[in-house]
């Protein structure tokens, strides 16, 4: 990346600290409050539950270390989502900060790489928390379970991408509720988190393996419980990756479309 | 002066108050049914805050207040029903198009859906906005906001029709647009209350206007009784080269009734600008530029406060 | 101060307080495709969870002495929570939106419409929502067989309670927000209740003095309450669970219309 680039993606990530400092005490909250609750709730409480149904364990783990890893994956996939929806389409529409940046020597691609860069921060700290959580829940049970964060932070960005070209493209904010019931929703219970995918009829599990979460829950949970192999892992990588790069070559063109036409 | 009819509006000593900051600081006005009524004063001369008021939207802090005959504290309801409301800020439902803006509104008044789209109908050509009538709200300019806002106001076939600085913000031709239409509503009977920081506008639609200025009200009468009692005939502009400003002492005797030294001008008021003129240059007073011109109501705030209109 | 804004003359009508609700009808009139979208998540959530996790459990679950299948047990308890989202999404986020940006009442204001005509019609219309979402739910609970109780039908109105009582609270918290940033304060309240009200497992799961605590929250009424009367075991609890509810939305409306009125009128 040019040098400039990397000034613009600063003053980027500048403004949306500075914005973030003062809104960041509810984030924060939420954000370390959520995955304890969660735990505790569908892990612990629940668990109760499946762990008298299943005698021998999911795969031989409690409900609670299966549904752990699914659930840091699912958080980060749902930040996503909030990040790259309203917010952003307010800054585009309302608050004109990026008509604002562009008036300096400030290019569009470096909006988009300051966006880009900030998300992954966010993602981090979502990923971070849960990670901590589960720590405290005593489910981190292999020693490469600290991989998961970079692996959640990149099932984020898997989403994040493809959303924010979206995005870039709206007008008004009528697709969002579509995408939240009809893609964020049910995949946040069918990929795989609550209950292993091969319960499902073999056609949804197919649906399934073409997107993101489902190779991100999977790779997150065999890093956690030790249970990956490297093919299967560099497999959930790739698909990973290729809905990032895919996204951002298409954020690029829309959002390149929106603020300078 | 007001007729002999009861006054649709009555206000004695009336107050308004916001935490320890006065807006309106025990005004007394009437009007009268089927005239035209100004407020006109700078910003934050407390107008608004009347308006409100009289709107039946702010609480009356202290004095007397009768809108039609009643009581704004215990007959709100009743009263709003009766008027018509077009408020300084855009208030439109953007979420609504611009037929629906006029339908719904006339339903929070009561009004049967079929008379309803039958008025918002009528009121769309009174505007001219007939074409507009599926379209979003936000597009429009901000001239067909206001006229919307107007037809908006009067769904409910108002008596009494309010309007907080109605062609603030408007270009000259949606002024008059705007202005023409107000004249029209006027001659049908309906009582207007506008207030204005725009002396042209209180002039050519007021038949008599209260100046107000810091929470009081200075002057009150027509235009042309403001302006003969406070001013002149005629005011005499002078420009002069930067720092070229002569002091006028002695020079002006028997020559002008009054002079402003204004930062960009100099105004000096007399019955016969043309005399003045050729009297100060016979004194030796060069302006680079004078003009001659008809007193007006900025002239007369300038004499009562001395500040202008628009600051 | 508490009481002494309210004024005679302007009581709620149920003429004015309807045409507001008709306002907000006739906007969302347009976005259908929402309204029938917003029976998907519920039909995803049992699925899932009901069906899905269910088959892990495997066996049943007790509950007052019945036995039940995890599904039967966790689908009222998904509609109430469904309920609760709904309605205080709907006197949050809108309510939110239409108070601090757009000004909408500000017009509404100025017509016979009084404050408390405002807090009525938008308490309504979470009601009119609410219970669509509870027809619907009710629908496809009938449909995948896991509402056995004909006390299932008193579920409707059950779910309006509760949508009344949360559309309230709503109201009532969404007056005291300045930023969107203290929206997420109400969220951060909706998810430990969804997560803890006896929702994806019995209240028996509990020890001693948690089980209180959860007694105490708004959400559990509403769980115990559509629980007991989709499986059939009913009990002298849903007179608490009803008391609770009522007494939580008429308090949210007291205070929404006080609030209301000092933000709106000045």
């Excluded at chain 1, 720590?135 to 600290?146: K, N």
């Excluded at chain 2, 409301?85 to 009561?110: H, K, S, W």
């Excluded at chain 3, 959860?214 to 559509?226: I, K």
Aim: glycine share 8%.
């Amino acid at each position: 990346m040019s040098r400039q680039a990397w000034t613009g993606a600063l003053h980027v990530l500048e403004h949306n600290a500075l914005v973030y400092r003062r809104t960041w005490r509810g984030s924060v909250f939420v954000s370390f409050a959520a995955p304890v609750m969660f735990l505790a709730a569908m892990g612990v409480g629940l668990g109760t539950l499946v762990n008298r149904g299943t005698p021998h364990g999911i795969g031989g783990f409690s409900y609670l270390e299966f549904l752990a890893p699914g659930l840091l994956a699912t958080a980060t996939m749902q930040t996503a989502f909030s990040e790259t929806t309203y917010r952003l389409l307010s800054r585009i529409r309302w608050a004109r900060t990026y008509d604002a940046m562009l008036a300096t020597p400030l290019e569009v691609q470096d909006v988009l790489t300051g966006e880009l860069v900030w998300l992954a921060f966010r993602l981090l700290m979502v990923a971070t928390f849960y990670f901590v959580a589960m720590f405290l829940f005593r489910t981190l049970l292999a020693p490469g379970a600290v991989l998961a964060i970079p692996v959640a932070v990149l099932n984020g960005l898997a989403f994040a991408a493809p959303i924010f070209a979206f995005t870039a493209s709206q007008q008004t904010d009528a697709g969002f509720p579509v995408i939240g019931r009809f893609v964020i929703a049910p995949l946040s219970i069918f990929a795989g988190t609550f209950f292993p995918i091969d319960r499902l009829p073999v056609a949804a599990q197919a649906i399934a393996w073409l997107t993101p979460l489902t190779h991100g829950v999977a790779l997150s949970r065999g890093l956690t419980l030790g249970t990956i192999s490297m093919q299967p892992a560099l497999v959930h990588l790739a698909v990973l990756l290729l809905y990032t790069v895919v996204g951002i070559g298409l954020a690029r063109v829309t959002l390149s479309r929106r603020l300078a036409p | 002066m007001p007729s002999s009819d009861i006054a649709l509006i009555h206000a004695r000593s009336l107050i308004k108050r916001f935490d320890d900051f006065v807006a309106v600081d025990g005004i007394d006005f009437d009007v009268a049914k089927g005239e035209a009524f100004g407020f006109l004063g700078p910003n934050g001369a407390g107008k608004t805050s009347t308006m409100r008021m009289i709107g039946c939207v702010s609480p009356v802090s202290g004095g007397t207040l009768r809108v039609l005959g009643m009581d704004p504290l215990t007959d709100g309801p009743r009263i709003r029903a009766r008027l018509g409301v077009v408020p300084q800020a855009d208030t439109l439902d953007a979420e609504l198009r611009v037929g629906e803006n006029l339908e719904t509104y006339a339903r929070y008044f009561g009004i049967p859906r079929s008379v309803a789209r039958t008025r918002a109908k009528e009121l769309l050509e009174f505007v001219q906005l007939q074409d507009r009538a599926n379209d979003q709200v936000e597009p429009l300019s901000g001239g067909m906001k206001r006229r919307l806002t107007i037809a908006r106001a009067l769904i409910n076939e108002p008596e009494l029709l309010l309007l907080d600085e109605p062609t603030t913000g408007l270009d000259p031709q949606a002024r008059h647009l705007v202005w023409d239409r107000l004249y029209r509503l006027k001659q049908r009977g309906v009582t207007l209350v506008l207030t204005t920081h725009y002396m042209d506008e209180a002039e050519q639609l007021c038949d008599r206007l209260v100046v107000m200025d810091k929470a009081r009200i200075v002057a009150s009468g027509s235009p042309r009784e403001l302006i003969d009692r406070y001013s002149t005939k005629e005011v005499l502009e002078l420009r002069f080269a930067v720092d070229a400003t002569p002091s006028f002492d002695g020079t002006l005797a028997g020559v002008a009734d009054r002079v402003e030294v204004l930062p960009d001008r100099v105004l000096v008021y007399t019955n016969d600008g043309d005399a003045a003129a050729d009297a100060l240059h016979v004194r030796g007073v060069r302006p680079e530029s004078t003009l001659v011109r008809r007193s007006s109501l900025e002239d007369v705030f300038l004499r009562l406060t001395g500040r202008s209109l628009i600051e | 101060m508490i009481g002494g804004n309210l004024r005679p003359g302007t009581l709620p009508s149920l003429r004015r307080a309807g045409s507001l609700v008709e306002r907000n009808a006739i906007l969302y009139r347009r976005s259908w495709l929402i309204i029938v979208s917003g029976f998907a998540e519920p039909l995803f959530y049992l699925l899932g969870i009901g069906l899905g996790v269910g088959a892990l459990i495997g066996s049943t679950v007790t509950l007052n002495g019945h036995s039940v299948r995890y599904a039967v047990f966790v689908a009222p308890a998904l509609m109430a929570s469904a309920a609760m989202n709904g309605a205080v999404y709907e006197t949050s986020f809108n309510f939110f939106f239409k108070l601090r940006y757009v000004k909408l009442y500000d017009a509404i204001l100025s017509t016979p419409l009084g404050v408390l005509d405002v807090a009525a019609g938008e308490i309504a219309w979470a009601l009119v929502r609410g219970t669509l979402y509870a027809i619907g739910f009710i629908a496809v609970m009938f449909g995948l067989g896991l509402a056995p109780s004909p006390w299932t039908i008193v579920a409707l109105p059950a779910a309006m309670l509760m949508s009344f009582a949360f559309g309230a609270a709503g109201a009532a918290l969404t007056t005291f927000l300045r930023t969107w940033q203290d929206i997420e304060l109400i969220l951060i309240v909706l998810i430990p209740l969804f997560l803890f009200s006896a929702t994806f497992y019995p209240l028996e799961v509990y020890p001693g003095f948690l089980r209180l605590v959860v007694e105490l929250t708004p959400l559990y009424h509403g769980v115990n309450l559509l629980r007991s009367l989709t499986t059939g075991s009913l009990g002298q609890a849903m007179l608490v669970d009803i008391g609770y509810l009522l007494a939580l939305g008429v308090l949210g409306l007291w205070i929404a219309t006080l609030r209301l009125d000092r933000v709106l009128l000045k």
